[in-house]
Every structure is written in C-alpha cells, then in structure tokens.
C-alpha cells in the first residue's frame, strides 16, 4: 500500500542552524502539507503546497521557513536558523485529486533544536 | 476560523466498553476527520467524512452538519486500541488545510 515517508525520524541541530526535512509524498498525489506538533500540544497547519507554489501558509509560517519541490518526488520543509521553539515533530502529509479528498501522513521527524 | 473542541480530554475503559468521543466545530466544513496517533507519534486517518455515518471494523463515526459536531465510537474496546484520537476539520476549497482538536488519550485497560 501506498504511503508517505519522511526522513530523517529524528534530528537533533544547534539553535541557528539550517535544517531540511524531506517527505516522499504517494505518488499520484498532488496536494502536499507541513505540519507540527510542539510536545504535548496539538496538531498545527504550517503549508500547503499545489502546483508548485504554495496555496495557503499558517501564520506560523514566517520567512524562517521554505517549502521545495525540487524533484517529481520529493518535498521539503527547510528552516533556514533553528529557534529553540521550532523544537517539534513534523509531519508531511498529501492528498489525491482535485475535490476534498482524505489527507496521508508520514511518519514525521522529530527536530530537536539545543 | 474554525475551533475544534474535544471531549472528553482523557478516557480509561475496560476491555469490551463501548466508547464515545466527541467534537464540536465553529464554523461551516468540508469534511471532518477522525486520526489516530500511536505513542511513537504517528498519524493514522481512520475516517473522513462529511455527512451521515462511516463504519470501519469496531469504529463507527457519525456527524451532525447542522450542529457542527462528530462523534467516534469504539464497539468491545481492546487494550490495542488505546491512543489518542484527534478530530480534525477541513475547509471548502482543495487543498485547505486542516484544523485540529487536543485530542482524546484513550487507554483501555484488559
């Protein structure tokens, strides 16, 4: 069965660091989603990401972050220096076709900012 | 925007209850998920749904549009079923992003 994957599981980088988090979404999907969870809080929208461009961005999502497609099959999350409070896990996600469709995550990774 | 409220926040069974858990939204919907995430961390989505009522194995999801609330049940609760479960909302256009309640830690003791 199809399914998302995500790479690395966990990272562990220094406050002021670059990080990329890479997320191999199903294949024939075309709608692909970041999202985090801070440790012990719920489940946050960072971006959306459709046609190459983004379609919609939480306000969590300031200039520190990036998204990429930079193959047919990978996407990913870059954040360009690590704040201690990006400390999180993120989950990539994606969706088929046009329409409302049921949404795919990955397994996420785990990012700990020191 | 939308508020996704869950109810209860914690739940302990016994093996073979029948459980429930609810959601309330704010505002108009798509559709409503129900996900499951294991200890590890992992997201599973169990149902999407919009209108009516899903079945899958023991679970059974139901909404209610004009009230803007969900319920999942669990029939004869198993130990294996205890995570936590997490409403999530999603808006009108493709590719909108979800809105996501607490979630409820379930543990179903044997």
């Known amino acids: 069965e199809p399914e998302v994957t995500q790479t690395p599981s966990h990272q562990v980088t220094q406050m002021g660091q670059e990080v990329i988090l890479r997320c191999v979404p199903i294949?024939?999907?075309?709608?692909f989603y970041w999202y985090r969870q801070i440790l012990g809080q719920k489940v946050e929208f960072l971006v959306s990401f459709y046609n190459n461009e983004i379609s919609e961005k939480s306000e969590i999502f300031d200039d520190q972050f990036s998204v990429e497609r930079p193959d047919g099959s990978n996407f990913t999350l870059k954040i360009r220096s690590t704040k201690l409070e990006d400390s999180a896990m993120y989950f990539c996600a994606s969706s088929g076709e046009r329409g409302y469709t049921e949404q795919f995550f990955g397994p996420g990774t785990r990012l700990t900012v020191l | 925007k939308n508020e996704v409220e869950q109810s209860p926040q914690n739940l302990t069974a016994q093996e073979g209850e029948f459980i429930t858990i609810n959601c309330s939204y704010s505002?108009?919907?798509?559709?409503l998920h129900w996900l499951q995430q294991h200890p590890g961390g992992g997201i599973v989505s169990l149902f999407m749904l919009s209108s009516g009522k899903k079945k899958h194995g023991r679970l059974i999801a139901t909404i209610n549009i004009q009230e803007k609330h969900s319920s999942l049940h669990i029939t004869a609760s198993h130990p294996r079923d205890s995570a936590v479960y997490i409403c999530?909302?999603?808006?009108?256009?493709?590719?909108?992003?979800?809105?996501f309640g607490e979630g409820t830690q379930l543990t179903v003791n044997p």
């Open positions: 999530a909302v999603g808006g009108e256009t493709s590719g909108s992003r979800l809105t």
């Open positions: 294949s024939n999907h075309l709608y």
């Open positions: 505002v108009g919907i798509s559709a």
